[in-house]
T-cell receptor
Framework: AQSVTQLGSHVSVSEGALVLLRCNYS??????LFWYVQYPNQGLQLLLK??????LVKGINGFEAEFKKSETSFHLTKPSAHMSDAAEYFC??????????????FGQGTILTVHP | EAQVTQNPRYLITVTGKKLTVTCSQN?????MSWYRQDPGLGLRQIYY???????DKGDVPEGYKVSRKEKRNFPLILESPSPNQTSLYFC???????????FGPGTRLTVT
């Protein structure tokens, strides 16, 4: 069975500071990993995905994440936070290469607050 | 424009009154899925469908039904809603090539 743990349900940073949102996963097959963002009263938007190519993945809005197999981690970072980054972020794992094609298992979510 | 649509966006109903939330996608995706989102629990899969007439249970299927008679549509049915089904519901679709799932805007359901 797959699982995802996001460390920290709330993260608060100053505008211009580094953003680091932590995600650890558990998977019995090589995983595909995703970060989604949810702005208030909106659906989920894909930020970036890892599908067994480059371990450092660049996404939209200046975000990137690094897949570390030895640490079973896929942390999301952004060098300089912007007020518009305030949202809830979800890490998710899929065994799209296995039998449960397409199913996403989500972490609990991390609410990012950016203050001036 | 490629999109997943859901209707209604907001719904308040009473216990036991059957309801259907519709979901439609225009991307010719094989895979469609329903999730519910609850605070502190992230999103949990209710049901999914690999293709027309092929559906299966997700992690929290109790109290829900689905059908997939057409490739583009995947309605979620609550035959006897209860207050513990008050939640935010998302429909999603994907293809084997795309891998990531595309989400609808969500349906906020309140059962009193």
């Amino acid at each position: 069975a797959q699982s995802v743990t996001q460390l920290g349900s709330h993260v608060s940073v100053s505008e211009g500071a580094l953003v680091l949102l932590r995600c650890n996963y558990s998977s019995s097959v090589p995983p595909y990993l995703f970060w989604y963002v949810q702005y208030p009263n909106q659906g989920l938007q894909l930020l970036l995905k890892y599908t067994s190519a480059a371990t450092l993945v660049k996404g939209i809005n200046g975000f990137e994440a690094e897949f570390k197999k030895s640490e079973t981690s896929f942390h999301l970072t952004k060098p300089s936070a912007h007020m518009s980054d305030a949202a809830e972020y979800f890490c998710a794992v899929s065994d799209a290469g296995g039998t449960s094609y397409g199913k996403l298992t989500f972490g609990q979510g991390t609410i990012l607050t950016v203050h001036p | 424009e490629a999109q997943v649509t859901q209707n209604p966006r907001y719904l308040i109903t009473v216990t036991g009154k059957k309801l259907t939330v519709t979901c439609s996608q225009n991307m010719n995706h094989e895979y469609m899925s329903w999730y519910r989102q609850d605070p502190g629990l992230g999103l949990r899969q209710i049901y999914y469908s690999m293709n027309v007439e092929v559906t299966d249970k997700g992690d929290v299927p109790e109290g829900y039904k689905v059908s997939r008679k057409e490739k583009r549509n995947f309605p979620l049915i609550l035959e006897s809603p209860s207050p513990n089904q008050t939640s935010l519901y998302f429909c999603a679709s994907s293809s084997r090539l795309a891998l990531e799932q595309y989400f609808g805007p969500g349906t906020r359901l309140t059962v009193t």
